[in-house]
């Protein structure tokens, strides 16, 4: 049963693109055979895989010109890539006009899914009709927090969206966690923020913190994960414990 | 002559608003009568001037139900604020079915504008036809931008739109210049994009680049600008040469 995973906070910069590309490189790396979607216009998973150029893009699919399988990259043996370049922005007003708006992605994974043990889908940095798409076509949700005041203050957005699709949309969907990512254990903000988190949402916290490296911030001119650029850093480290506690609690969810 | 600036850069977490919020803040207290406008749904700029609840916002004035001058909501003496919440997100389908979409903001303006000595758009985070707005409307634009390869990829497509709105809707609109935010100095990929925008760009960077503080992720709780709420912080006193270098650099603009 394939799981499929969808990245999301409406808040910028909460590091969803990458932990999209360590979480696929991490599940990978274990064996498991993986999907990347890049459902952000500014494509920035595409280019932290290194990739360019392309011939069909995420966008086609929504157009419906082109199946997923024609657009889909091999990146390596085990992770493939459906690719995004800037053409997916003008696919929301075309998608305004479709009934069946919300389920163009997941009817366009129906079938492809199959072939993968994670699909990881990183949303663009809105509550649109692309990022609904993907919390409609989601087994799972992971929610990348930076310990800011106004990120946490988007948290409550996100949630109620979640509520929302999985009432009238998608009633299996689960949300696997919040990520703190970017932490600076030496500051008081990251503890108060994620007490607060904890002693207000009935929502899991993944105990693996992502901490601040440089080499995270370097790696997409690499086309590398962090996992892969920098293994011996904090936040490959980090990325490393995050991935083994994903699989214990999906496993349980 | 009253100036407009739009603060954009669609690549997520990059300081918009903070940097708004400071800029305005920084401008007022040299006596200046500053206008804040919240043009992002998530309405973080809002939030971070302490202001919850209002009768009208943004939205009303896109919907053409209310005027500009019967949202504003005075901060203090010198400073007022279009609040904006979530309804801002709908008005983006209304407007792809106006004429007029990208003019809606600067028509808005015409009127109000003449009071204020400085009108501030914290833009969201896309190039949205909200942002464009921004763009039309703007006389000068500011681009906070973080040292990361991520955030330099994204600097590429804001300069395109921000050329395609200067031929073709605002012949009028200039860059102020590029703010790199969140520097760490010690950071060598600090100094490295920094290189590669002088050297790739011929666009101003200001010196007065801006530090990393907690204090300034603490302050939106406060309702305060890290201006106010710890002055004698680092980031506090990049802003304040920021604001000097901001007023020295558009004059001669
Ligand atoms: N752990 C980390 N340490 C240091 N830098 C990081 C870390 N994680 C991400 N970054 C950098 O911070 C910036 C924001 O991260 P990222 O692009 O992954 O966030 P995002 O939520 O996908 O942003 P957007 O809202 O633009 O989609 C990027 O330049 C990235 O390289
Ligand atoms: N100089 C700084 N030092 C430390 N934290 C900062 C600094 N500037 C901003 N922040 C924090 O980093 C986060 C991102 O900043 P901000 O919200 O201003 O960016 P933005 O570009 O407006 O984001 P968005 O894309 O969501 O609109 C916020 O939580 C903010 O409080
Ligand atoms: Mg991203
Ligand atoms: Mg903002």
Redesign the pocket.
């Known amino acids: 049963m394939s799981e499929i995973i969808a990245v999301i906070n ?5 590091g969803k693109t990458t932990t999209s590309h360590n979480l696929g490189y991490g599940l990978a790396r274990k064996g498991k055979k993986v999907l990347f979607i890049d459902l952000d216009p500014q494509g920035n998973l595409t280019f932290s895989c290194g990739i360019n150029e392309f011939e069909h893009s995420l966008a086609d699919v929504i157009y419906q010109d082109k199946s997923l399988n024609e657009t889909i990259i091999k990146l390596d043996e085990k992770i493939d890539l459906v690719p995004t370049d800037i053409e997916l922005a003008h696919t929301e007003l075309f998608l305004t006009q479709q009934d069946d708006r919300e389920f163009i992605i997941s009817k366009a994974l129906k079938e492809t899914a199959k072939r993968y043990d994670y699909v990881i889908i990183d949303c663009q ?1 809105s509550l649109s009709v692309l990022t609904i798409n993907a919390l409609v076509a989601a087994t799972k949700i992971v929610i990348p927090l ?1 310990m ?4 946490l203050k ?1 948290l409550d957005l996100v949630l109620s969206t979640i509520q929302d699709v999985k009432e009238n949309l998608n009633k299996h969907l689960k949300v696997a966690g919040i990520l703190p990512v970017m932490i600076d254990r030496r500051r008081k903000l990251s503890t108060e923020v994620i007490d607060i988190i904890v002693g207000n949402f009935d929502i899991h916290v993944f105990k693996s913190q992502i901490g601040s490296s440089v080499r995270a911030a370097e790696a997409p001119s690499f086309g590398k994960s962090v996992l892969e650029y920098a293994p011996s850093c904090n936040v490959a480290k980090h990325y490393g414990l995050f991935v083994k506690e994903f699989l214990s609690i999906t496993k349980k969810l």
């Open positions: 409406q808040k910028g910069g909460t940095t930076q800011t005041i106004l990120s988007g």
